[in-house]
């Protein structure tokens, strides 16, 4: 005996046996089944966001640039995945990551997932997908109806017509909102007289002939920046996304909207689409739709509403009303990665008008001929994933009444946290949560005092050195891995303006608990007495003093 190792080989019998679905339960691939199984349980098992650990030496076990000449087993790579990558993921499913908008999943997504991946359908075309098309076409209905909330007759007419389409599957938010757009820019230009249609002729000639300078998107600061991409990608410009100003709660100006839509106007630039935001992804608000819905119908723009975070509020009976104007949208972005509780990565955008895809309808002889049920022809992506059929499960058995009371306890936990953040003298509260997220910081009360009463300068200086602080903790933290909070930068109007650094928190997971969150404010309390930023903090302790000590002489003064 030799003892020599085993290795694999490349052979027709290999290659035919890598494609056979395993005879006996006791076979090698069903036990590295049961082991990656067993594996992942017990990683979502765990409480630690992530094992700190620096990615340039993660980067070590991906380093290989050469493909393979001799093939490795099953059972090797199985390994190599459990000990290098799995180990090293961050547990976006841990009750302590509450930073980011990628939350925990219910673990039936995993084993129905299965069904999707075996079957490995193509929603491009009805001969690769079958089923799977009626069923996304039921998804798109459901969600159409739960924004729109259209009777039966019209779903009976419109739902399953194979010459019209209630929405778009997508990959994500991002692609969703480039469809909405996309429509958009078709209509605002279509064929008339010589005219063949922006679609045809495009874009260039649609502006010489309707006589206008450009076109432009319209929305809030707190616009997503996917926006930015589609008008890019759209041929507009990125500076064909016209920013608008926000109010305190970081909802947009409708008296700023109007005026910046006569504006352009003016300079004969289209107002293609207005597009408004129910759940900014930095804060969480939710725009006055209403409002919008009107300036968009007075300027004959197409009104798109960015509901990939907060769409799902729709299922609270309590809060739903946060979205009303939302009904007047004629295109509505979710995301079902994120509040429909569906693995990455799938979005959707629904049309209020069955019409609406028809502005970006393509047809191919070979593939999605017209008058077929093909669904590829109203979509951005070619070959698509049976997603659908996640969403479906989510909708069946969460149903309405479970994604009502998830949306009900995350809104509930986020004003519960703010509650405690108020409670604690030595964390400030920046922006109170509208749905459930929220930013806050860590800043001693002797600073928070300081604050009140600075002048622009002081409380330049004094953010500043928080700005520091802030994300020193954040970092730190991260990388310690017990909890993560993300970090963005806002603009209080408080501080003039001035661009601060705060903790971002969003509330999605459902076994987050005030336990949780008190722990998190304990830690990052402590990182504020390390070492590491001991020096910032004295700093930041004897401007505040000055502040402070200036205030109380001009007092004496006023009084002597």
């Not at 000639?205 to 076109?215: I, P």
């Not at 926006?227 to 500076?239: C, N, S, T």
């Not at 197409?302 to 907060?310: I, N």
Request: proline share 4%.
């Amino acid at each position: 005996m030799t003892g020599k190792k085993k290795s694999a080989q490349a052979s027709v019998e290999a290659m035919y046996r890598v494609f056979t679905v395993p005879e006996a339960p006791e076979s090698t691939l069903s036990r590295i089944d049961q082991n990656i199984s067993s594996n992942l349980a017990g990683f979502l098992q765990e409480h630690i966001v992530a094992v700190e650990r620096d990615l340039s030496d993660v980067e070590k076990n991906f380093s290989d640039y050469a493909i393979p000449e001799k093939p490795v087993f099953v059972s090797e790579q199985a390994q190599f995945l459990l000990d290098k990558l799995v180990a090293n993921s961050v547990h976006t499913a841990s009750p302590a990551f509450i930073g980011h908008m990628t939350s925990a999943l219910p673990y039936f997504m995993l084993p129905l997932s299965k069904i999707m991946i075996a079957l490995n359908q193509n929603l491009v075309k009805t001969e690769t997908s079958k089923a799977f098309t009626p069923m996304e076409r039921q998804v798109l209905g459901m969600i159409h109806r739960l924004v729109y909330e259209e009777d039966g007759a019209f779903y009976r007419k419109w739902m399953h017509n194979p010459r019209y389409a209630l929405g778009a599957m997508c990959s994500g938010g991002t692609v969703a909102n480039l469809t909405a757009l996309w429509v958009a820019r078709n209509r605002a230009f279509p064929a008339e007289g010589s005219f063949r249609g922006l679609h045809q002729e495009g874009l260039f000639r649609a502006l010489k002939y309707y006589g206008y300078e450009g076109a432009a998107i319209v929305v809030s600061r707190r616009g997503h920046y996917s926006l930015r991409k589609a008008a890019d990608v759209l041929g507009l410009g990125r500076e064909a996304l016209v920013p608008v100003d926000t109010d305190d709660d970081n909802r947009i100006q409708t008296d700023a909207l109007r005026d910046k839509c006569l504006e352009l106007h003016r300079q004969k630039i289209k107002v293609m689409a207005i597009c408004g935001v129910a759940g900014t992804t930095e804060t969480g608000n939710v725009d006055p739709l209403d409002g919008m819905a009107d300036i968009a119908r007075e300027f004959g723009a197409h009104f798109h509403v960015d509901a990939a975070w907060g769409g799902p509020t729709l299922f609270s009976r309590t809060h739903k009303h946060l979205l009303r104007g939302i009904e007047k949208a004629d295109s509505v972005t979710f995301d079902a990665h994120k509040q429909l509780y569906v693995p990455m990565g799938v979005g959707l955008v629904v049309f209020k008008d069955p019409s609406l895809a028809s502005a970006v309808e393509h047809h191919a002889q070979y593939i999605i001929r017209k008058g077929s049920r093909d669904l590829g022809s109203t979509t951005l992506e070619g070959s698509r994933p049976g997603m659908s059929m996640l969403i479906h499960s989510g909708l069946k058995i969460l149903a309405r009444e479970g994604y009502e009371i998830l949306i009900d306890q995350g809104i509930e936990k986020a004003q519960t946290f703010a509650a405690m953040i108020n409670a604690e003298p030595d964390f400030e509260l920046i922006t109170k949560p509208e749905l459930n997220i929220l930013t806050y910081r860590y800043c001693p009360e002797s600073v928070q005092n300081a604050l009140e009463i600075a002048d622009p300068l002081q409380a330049e200086k004094l953010n500043t050195c928080l700005n520091r602080i802030t994300k020193f903790i954040q970092k730190t933290q991260r990388e310690r891995g017990k909890a993560f909070v993300s970090r963005t930068r806002l603009e209080p109007s408080r501080y003039y303006h001035f661009p601060c650094i705060v903790f971002r928190v969003v509330l999605a997971n459902p076994l987050t608990t005030r336990e949780i969150l008190s722990d998190i404010l304990i830690e990052q309390r402590e990182l504020s007495a390390e070492e590491g930023i001991e020096d910032e903090i004295q700093i930041l302790h004897q401007m505040a003093d000055a502040v402070l000590k200036q205030h109380e002489r001009g007092a004496r003064q006023a009084n002597a």
